[in-house]
Structures are given as structure tokens and as C-alpha cells.
């Protein structure tokens, strides 16, 4: 997965802080902590995952369906960038 090695270090460095906001809701568990602020470092940790996501999802797309050594049309590079248009809204 030649994207994923390329973007190492950027999408460690995203595991990290969803690391970080798992750790927080676990603790926030732990101490019985008030169910608004669980909720919303919970919601925030599914939106680092599906940010995470997206990601890896855009670079599959690009350099696995729409490979660009084969020079993809217009109209498969367009229809590629639809694809993720809507995938991003979807996980937004």
C-alpha cells in the first residue's frame, strides 16, 4: 500500500491522538464522570476515526481502484473524486 507508506508518519500521527482520546474516555468511565462531557470526547473520538478513515479510504481510491500509472480518464478521475466527495460526506 504504497499511500499508507508515503503518509507513515502522518497517519501515526493521527492513531496517536485517537490513542490519546480513547485513554480519556476510558479515565472519564473510570472516575464515573459526567455523561455530557463522555458523550461528547466520545463523539469526538468516532470523528477521528472516521476522519482516520477517509483517509486510507481516499488513498486506496487513488492509487489502488483509479491507479495512476495507468492514466486514468477524465471521466474515471472524475467519477473517482465523486466517490470520495460522497464518502467524506458520509463519514463526516
Known amino acids: 500500500m504504497a499511500h499508507t507508506i508515503r503518509d507513515k508518519q502522518k497517519l501515526l500521527q493521527r ?9 480519556a474516555l476510558e479515565k472519564l468511565l473510570e ?3 459526567d455523561c455530557s462531557k463522555t ?6 473520538c ?5 476522519g482516520l478513515m477517509a483517509e486510507v479510504l481516499e488513498g486506496h ?5 483509479v491507479n495512476p ?3 486514468p480518464t477524465s471521466t474515471q478521475a472524475k467519477a ?3 466517490v470520495i466527495d460522497v ?6
Open 15 to 23: 492513531v496517536r491522538r485517537l490513542r490519546g482520546q480513547i485513554n
Open 31 to 33: 472516575q464515573e464522570a
Open 39 to 44: 458523550l461528547h470526547v466520545m463523539a469526538a
Open 46 to 50: 468516532r470523528g477521528a476515526l472516521n
Open 61 to 65: 481510491i487513488r492509487f489502488h481502484v
Open 69 to 71: 500509472d495507468h492514466k
Open 80 to 82: 473517482a473524486q465523486e
Open 87 to 92: 464518502m467524506r460526506t458520509y463519514l463526516r
